[in-house]
């Protein structure tokens, strides 16, 4: 019961992702971490002497399939606008089936609850992060400025971010963004220690009791915050048909507002 609360009553009852037709415009590597490798999606491109943001981009709860290709679609978007993007499999090639999302039988849920134990821990996607993709962006972009390092993340991933970002006292990001993120609450807000953006769907708990706790924070002015209260849980990624006029709007608006957001890192530091 308390793994399919932390999915989320918005994730499960948005329905199943809608299938996109992308062709992603990247590289991958091969990252280890935990004693295990593991994937990581890599889009833009680190030049000499360049300041380069970076932002570690953190999938839903579907991880990487033949449907979720909006992600990767995101990814490439915030490539195109200067960014150093990676995109790790945290999942290591085994997502939850999407056949059995969301689980409704007895030995789903139980299957569902050792998967998230497996896949979904914060502590595990902390040191995958830790021990793997920021060691990568280091030796990538050796010689040059890589000045700051963001997170962003959708679904779970959102849930990652405000985890990881008040985990580890002795890291601390440059900022964390979420949109449409899952049981974000104001209890991780108060261990939080850089600016956040919020973005939440019509299907997500606002984020006015977020604010309070971000606003008496010194960084609470640089923090971005919107309700899209047309859209759905998912739009900006898995659930999302951007075919839609309307959605396709509410992405853009979405996209726009991270790009400025994370476009911002150096003044938050």
């Not at 199943?16 to 999606?41: C, H, I, M, Q, W």
């Not at 932002?55 to 909006?70: A, E, P, Q």
């Not at 309070?212 to 915050?225: E, N």
Request: glycine share 8%; hydrophobic share 35%; charged share 30%.
């Amino acid at each position: 019961f308390f793994v399919l609360k932390m999915a989320s009553e918005a994730c499960c009852g948005a329905g199943p992702p809608v299938e996109a037709d992308y062709k992603e415009r990247g590289t991958y590597e091969k990252l280890r971490a935990r004693n295990s490798e593991f994937r990581a999606y890599i889009s833009g491109s680190v030049k000499p002497s360049k300041r380069v943001n970076c932002i570690i981009l953190v999938y839903d709860i579907f991880g990487w399939n033949k449907k979720n290709r909006n992600v990767f679609k995101v990814a490439d978007y915030l490539a195109d606008n200067g960014f150093f993007v990676v995109m790790p499999d945290f999942y290591r090639g085994e997502p939850w089936s999407l056949d059995r999302f969301p689980p409704k039988e007895a030995k789903d849920k139980k299957d569902f609850g050792e998967w998230w134990g497996k896949k979904c821990d914060l502590k595990t996607t902390d040191a995958d992060i830790k021990q793997a993709v920021i060691p990568f962006i280091r030796r990538f972009s050796k010689g040059v400025k890589m000045a700051s390092i963001g997170l962003l993340g959708f679904c779970w991933g959102g849930l990652m971010c405000f985890g990881c970002a008040g985990l580890d006292k002795a890291f601390t990001y440059s900022a964390i963004g979420t949109i449409h993120g899952a049981r974000l609450t104001p209890e991780m807000a108060e261990k939080i220690r850089c600016p956040a953006m919020v973005l939440p769907s019509k299907d997500d708990p606002g984020y006015e009791e977020i604010k309070k706790v971000l606003d008496k924070k010194k960084f609470g002015k640089h923090c971005v915050y919107h309700n899209f209260k047309g859209e759905i849980h998912g739009f900006c990624a898995a659930r999302g048909d951007w075919k839609n006029k309307d959605t396709k709007s509410a992405v853009d608006k979405a996209l726009n507002m991270t790009i400025k957001f994370f476009g911002k890192m150096e003044d938050y530091e």
